[in-house]
């Protein structure tokens, strides 16, 4: 009895908690029933598709850990086949929901794809602690991989939940799922097919799609908001300047991004590269220094133990701080009132170094993936703070 708990309880009640609390926050309560039975067609989802995994293990003789199939045929089979099957599952077990008459507002795309997501989560966790020995690294990965679950169907929860609103298909969902595919496959790589040291690659991922998720749902509640009178003129105006409280909106950092007509200023995506990678040689050279002089040992480092990656962390945090300064700086400098210029220039110093770590070190390059989006993102918001605010 003791052992079944060791590997139902964990996953199962941290799951219903978190459906819980999508539940009560949403303001139009979706049935319970409805969302019961999501969460249920979730955990089937993830039964289907765990059977399907192992017989493809036992047929082409891949797998998800780098110690078994080697880091190619490791990255092979979990971008190729196992995060686009398990983003499919959650799809088709929160489909009945999208198509049933339930699903009248866009945040019920999100609402639908956490159920769907959190049912095979709970599933997924408590597979593994039975399959694992005992220990705190595994209850460590699965209440990792828990959130992260929720964080990519919500990717294209919104995707659906648009599609939804407008009544028309188009690009968005295939784009959402292809990118939440991508960003699971990755977030995969790290928490199981690595060494445990690889966890705190995951940290950045997380961090970046919780946020999108959290404005990806304000997006959504507020175009509900707009569909039935309740948003004010201000909200559906054209926004054009800084928020004077709180986050920018999705909306008003998607205006942002747009060029207004105006052909882009290539001038400034190059010398804002420059900038950026400036200052990541910069922030690189001073984490060191400072490694230095707290005496820290960089040669300790092994993937295999967690307790060694805090150095990797302190070069992480250098690197990372240069990209808010750049953006800013970018931004400031060039006097233009979007942020296209300074997201470009960012995007391109995260694809030439991700160039560079490719040819020399590859094994690098996961990590640097990880941190990719968290890094352009601070890019974004250091643009955002100094653009001229008219």
């Known amino acids: 009895m003791l052992a079944h708990v060791r590997w139902i309880g964990p996953s199962l009640l941290t799951a219903l908690l978190l459906l819980a609390v999508v539940y009560f926050s949403d303001r139009r309560r979706e049935p319970l029933r409805v969302v019961l039975f999501t969460f249920a067609l979730g955990i089937a989802a993830k039964l289907a598709t765990g059977w399907i995994e192992h017989k493809a293990t036992v047929w082409t003789g891949l797998d998800l850990r780098v110690h078994d199939a080697g880091h190619a ?28 008459r339930h699903f009248d507002e866009p945040v ?20 593994t602690l039975r399959a694992s020995p ?21 990717t294209w929860g919104y995707a659906l939940g648009r599609v939804k609103a407008v009544k028309r298909p188009g690009p968005i969902f295939p784009a959402a799922w292809l990118v ?22 995951t940290l950045p991922l997380l961090l970046a799609m919780g946020a999108i998720t959290f404005f990806a749902i304000r997006d959504l509640k507020a175009r509900g908001d707009e569909a039935v009178g309740r948003q004010s003129s201000v909200l559906l105006s054209r926004p054009s300047i800084v928020l004077s409280s709180g986050p920018p909106s ?20 190059a010398f804002g590269a420059l900038v950026t990678l400036g200052g990541m040689t910069l922030g690189l050279a001073g ?10 040992d960089f040669s300790i480092v092994d993937e295999h133990d967690v307790s060694t990656t805090a150095p ?5 945090a250098g690197l990372l701080a240069a990209f808010p300064l750049s953006g800013y700086l970018v931004a400031r400098a060039s006097g233009l009132a979007t942020l296209l210029e300074p997201a470009l220039a960012s995007a391109l110093a995260i694809l030439l170094t991700l160039v560079v770590l490719g040819l020399a070190a590859p094994v690098a390059l996961v990590f640097a993936l990880a941190f990719s989006p ?15 605010a008219a």
């Open 73 to 100: 045929g490791a990255l092979v089979f979990v971008f190729g086949f196992v995060a686009p099957v398990r983003e499919a599952a959650k799809v088709a077990a929160m489909w009945p929901a999208f198509r049933s």
């Open 108 to 127: 019920d795309g999100v609402v639908y794809a956490s159920c769907a997501a959190l049912g095979f989560a709970a599933a997924e966790n408590a597979l």
């Open 134 to 154: 005992v220990g705190w690294i595994w209850i460590a990965r699965t209440m990792v991989e828990l959130p992260a679950h929720v964080f990519f169907a919500c």
């Open 180 to 201: 939440a595919t991508a960003a699971h496959a990755l977030y995969i790589h790290l928490v199981f097919g690595r060494g445990p040291g690889a966890l705190v690659g």
């Open 250 to 269: 999705l909306r008003s950092v998607r205006e942002a991004l747009r060029q207004e007509g105006q052909p882009i200023t290539l001038r400034w995506v």
């Open 287 to 296: 984490a060191i220094a400072f490694g230095h002089w707290a005496q820290v």
């Open 312 to 316: 990797v962390a302190l070069l992480g």
């Open 374 to 388: 968290i890094a352009w993102g601070l890019a974004c918001a250091g643009a955002w703070v100094g653009r001229p």
